[in-house]
């Protein structure tokens, strides 16, 4: 099987990295719908449980100086790229010490130290920001690469379309990342996409496109491996369509037994990310049952002292609702 | 004769208005992203799933199917476009844009398309057609933590459809004139776009009739009678407006009210009448400041009530800032009643 | 050769009907630029000579019913359709009886009575109201078809993508006819578009996509009608790629050698539509010189009278300035 | 030490602020569509093709390359996207929207993006993004047939722009001043709108000093000295207006002129301190009225000034109407200086 020789070029530490994101984006998710479902007001919660192989496997492959660019559905872009979930937490609390300083919330977490470019809920913009971080890196000559992530819905999008061309126009380091989860909002993918893979889209913009298993962390990685190359070494930009799966609702007021039966969902968790990669780690030896056990309590944990944080953190001053409006402060 | 009128929702008189006139009339369609929901899965016992964002739509895919019940892709330039295409061709679209915030998307199609097709045909071609968006921020909640929507998903934004001449822009404030301008709208043989407020959407109840009516398109409305000083309110803030003068009234501060109701073209006579009698006006209107409704309103009355005017005329809006996720600062964003009786206190020298 | 077979299947009316429309757009073209030069304020004209065969291919494959949705480039498509010359020159002087009662102008000429949906100079925006039309005559079952044409440069705008995706998805009878003329501006399209034939980008919508030569009348004819036959067979909408040229520059103060050669220019006017098909029908003997004179006379006086027409023609009333505005006056 | 200073064209001066600012600092880039022409044929000899719509970008390509320097296809929604990432990530990007017509194929990206960045980030991040925007119709020509640009190609609009909070909108109307807004804005660490109307593109021209200077974003001038009425001028209205005060002064009516000039955030200080001297304020905009600008200004000043005002605030601004495309139509569209002289006579009670 190819999975296996995948395995062998990862080194131990880039093993352990993979499964501490995953289980910490889920960690994350978990514990945050707990807070949710308790009452916790959020505007909009998108949970990303089920889809941590995406995010962890994209950003294996990138380096820290990389960027992503997010889409609404960003907790777990932003927990593999290096995001602190303290301050992240801390955000949806409405704290002076989130991440955007309780202004943004869920759906604009940043982090631009690590590359995080920011979470982002109009559908395709993402992907228009990270042609322009890339033609960044391009005119300054730094060879960081720009990754997009963008759903199966916002994939028809005239955004996507343009951010694609633009990027293969220019050549520009882009890697354009499709998490099909099957599900805008309701809308099943079959009946809003007109191709069957997303990926074929690639051909329009004389760019790659594959197809990969986005429940299987290896892949997502492998097909992204190749695209950064591709994108370091100036050849442009590529299309990686993952499909994936949301274990919950839209978001969190979402019941999606209203549009998927239980059987499908069942299918799909019977594929879970962390679990297999869990398994397969564990029957070959790659790893111990203890290394992995020990990160499950380190992110227990992690999660335990961001939700302390976020709650005994203080709120806004409410002179910070105008504060940050302008750049540079008008000349007076 | 007179039966109990039934009270229905904000959002439960827009879907009645729809779906009467969708008995009526087969040329009409609603289009948007899962308006109806789960689209295509009716064979797996999945119908309606979703029902748009303030669940306006709910019900209208089993009356009337997935012709004429449209969910659509993510691609607000295209749907918009096609509402635009299918009303120029036969059909009376409806068409739903999730939030005011993805006008972004489709903006040329409502201003360059919707708006202006009549006149640069030079009034060949009718385009009967209704864009309905929901819009607003939460404001207050009295939440200590946590927070909402956010700047990408909290705008007022009419302003920036109002400006442009061709547009009907109403935004209604009650069940009742909810149904009966969604009614007019849909009859009405130009683009008209509904506002719908997103709070009034899930709030707001009261007696809807069973049977079909229209609230013309161009009036504004006296809601509450009062002597010392009118308070103009759109949309939402309507309300903001009647607890403010329940608490003027405390004070012996006699207000009038006047709802909007149509922000174009604006009924500038009922605005002026009721100026004419109180001489003091304060605008309320949720969105920011700059070039905003609150501001023309308070031009317009500045300028021909000049001479009846006894005080400045007075804005109350949100402030000129994007809008916050944090409660505790969100709280701070919608007008409240409290900052309409301030402004009333201002204009009238009174202290609260 | 396939061509001999192709004309084999039109009627001898059809074919004259191809060469009347042919000559009237590029004789109303010349005219108009003729006047144009001399100095008549016209706010922009994008002359469509060199590429009539394009209009002409497509409306004599669809019926009176159909409709076009057309580009700012749009005269020829007027006229194809069976757009009066008379009204849109005076529509052009800006006299109140031009076809949009001198209110549109060159980019806004529109009849509908003749399914005629409008001269659209926000590019993509075209295609999407094609797609709204088809919806109409699929909802109320009329059988009738909807071609957009836009350009080379258009097809990186959006509105395209989105267009496509929605009438692949809804199968509705669309005919997307893209006019590739080499430029958008003065950009040239190896530069913007980022793959090789843009028909390419209909596997992205899972319909059929075909390139075919533009200034063969019979070529895009041919491709159009197999289109519309699967449009009025429910089988969903095709992509059809035009490639053709424009002979003058962009619009009408444009100088096209400021970015493409003479060279470039006598290749391309060595094929020109007109030419091939009058060479073409003579050599064949399908039609007689007499029959294409008679045509050319006809045209000549047409534009005599359409000129004339709309210099006697009288000014809109500066009152019309506000009317118009609402379709339907607001009650008072 | 004084030598003549040299004359250029309102579009020369801003491509000298732009050359001067590329040269000085390499992170600034410039795009849009045809900014340079031709893009990709310099191995045929074809540089610098094109140049924008008012040229202003030409000569840019063969100074500093075509990667400084892009091109765009058409994609505003992708292109101004790419800027706004652009300027998040180390580069200071100008990007070029054809016309304002066109905005509405790229609003999400200027008022979502661009304009919220700094605040939803919870200013973390700077946004120095500069987006020129052609603007206005033509007016009246004289000329008795054809006609002009048209309801899609012709517009204003900047209120929609200036409604925006985060954005920073100017409008320079002057050679001189077109250079140091230019300048300003590029070296603000915001996003700024630079409104250049087209006729003023072409058609104004003036003293422009050679050594780079700048004008501060957000003041108003005072352009002519009066007593008895304060014209306010925005964009091509400013010369407006002062052809105005100059048909006043000729019947003894002493107008001061002020140059809005920077549009949001507005100089209401500059605005009131003249008004408060003449008492009387007639706002000039070539924009539609409802939720315009001058209706902005003219809120603003009818509150803070009531106490000083001699008469209402008057607007002259463009009809509620598309532009139409006949000459004879377009003519009556743009305000003329008449209009305002008129407005001025209503003020006073004089007879024209
Ligand atoms: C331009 C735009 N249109 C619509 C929405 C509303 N919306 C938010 S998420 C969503 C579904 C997105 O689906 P997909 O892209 O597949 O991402 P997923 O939620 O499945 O991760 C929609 C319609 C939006 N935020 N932006
Ligand atoms: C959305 C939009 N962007 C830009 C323009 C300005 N513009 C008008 S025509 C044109 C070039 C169009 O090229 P193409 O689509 O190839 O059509 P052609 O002119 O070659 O027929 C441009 C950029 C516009 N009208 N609309
Ligand atoms: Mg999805
Ligand atoms: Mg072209």
Known sequence: MAISERWATLTRERLLWMYDRMTLIREFEERLRQLVDAGMPVGAAHYYVGEEAVAVGVCAALEPMDW?????????????????????????????????????????????????????????????????????????????????????????????????NLAAIWKLPVVFV??????????????????????????????????????????????????????????????????????????????PRRYRTAEEEEVARARDCIRRFREGALTRGLLGAD??????????ALLDEAIAFAEVSPLPDPAELCTDVYVTEPSE | ????????????????????????????????????????????????????????????????????????????????????????????????????????????????????????????????????????????????????????????????????????????????????????????????????????????????????????????EVVRRGRDVTLCGIGRMTHVCLEAAALLAGEGTSAEVVDVLTLAPLDEATILESVARTKRLVVVDEDTPTASMARDIAARVADQGFDFLDAPVKTVTAPETPVPFAAVLEAHYVPRAANVVAAVHTLLGTGG
Request: glycine share 14%; net charge neutral; aromatic share 6%.
């Open chain 2, 1 to 220: 004769m007179t039966t109990a009128v039934r009270e229905l929702t904000f959002s439960q008189a827009i879907n009645e208005a729809i779906r009467q006139e969708m008995r009526r009339d087969p040329t009409i369609v609603i289009m948007g992203e899962d308006i109806a929901g789960g689209a295509g899965r009716a064979h797996l016992g999945f119908v309606d799933a979703w029902g748009g964002p303030l669940r306006v739509t709910r019900g209208l895919i089993t009356e009337f199917g997935p012709e004429r019940v449209l969910d659509t892709p993510i691609a607000e330039m295209g749907f918009v476009g096609a509402a635009v295409g299918a009303a120029m061709t036969g059909l009376r679209p409806i068409v739903e844009v999730l939030f005011v915030d993805l006008i972004g998307c489709c903006y040329d199609q409502i201003i360059n398309q919707a708006a202006k097709m009549h006149y640069m045909m030079g009034g060949q071609l009718d385009l009967p057609l209704v864009i309905r968006i929901p819009y607003g921020a939460r404001g207050a909640t009295g939440q200590t933590y946590g927070g909402g929507a956010a700047a990408q998903h909290s705008q007022t934004l009419y302003s920036v459809l109002a400006h442009v001449p061709g547009l009907k822009v109403v935004a209604p404030t009650t069940a009742y004139n909810a149904k009966g301008l969604t009614m007019a709208a849909i009859r009405d043989d130009g683009p008209v776009v509904v506002m719908e407020n997103k709070f009034l959407g899930l709030a707001a109840k009261g007696p809807v009739p069973e049977e079909p009516y229209t609230i013309p398109i161009g009036r504004a």
């Open chain 1, 68 to 164: 992503i660019a997010s889409t609404h559905r960003g907790h777990g872009h932003c927990i593999a790229k290096g995001v602190d979930v303290r301050p992240m937490m801390a955000e949806l609390f409405g704290k002076v010490t989130g991440s955007n300083r309780g202004k943004g919330g869920s759906m604009h977490i940043t982090d631009v130290r690590v590359g995080m470019l920011g979470v982002n809920p109009i559908l395709g913009m993402g992907t228009t920001h990270a042609v322009g971080a890339a033609l960044s890196a391009k005119v300054r000559r730094t060879g960081q690469v720009a990754a997009a992530f963008f759903g199966d819905g916002a994939s028809n999008i005239g955004a996507v379309h343009e951010a694609m």
């Open chain 1, 178 to 255: 499709c998490e099909n989860n099957g599900y805008a909002q309701s809308t099943p993918v079959e009946y809003a996409v007109a191709v069957q893979d997303i990926a074929d889209r690639a051909a329009g913009y004389a760019m790659p496109g594959v197809v990969v298993d986005g429940q299987d962390v290896f892949a997502v990685w492998e097909a992204t491996d190749a695209a950064v190359r591709r994108a370091r070494a100036g050849t442009g930009p590529s299309l990686i369509e993952c499909k994936t799966y949301r274990y919950y609702g839209h978001y969190h007021g979402d019941d």
């Open chain 1, 291 to 300: 290394d992995l056990d020990a990160i499950d309590a380190r992110n227990r």
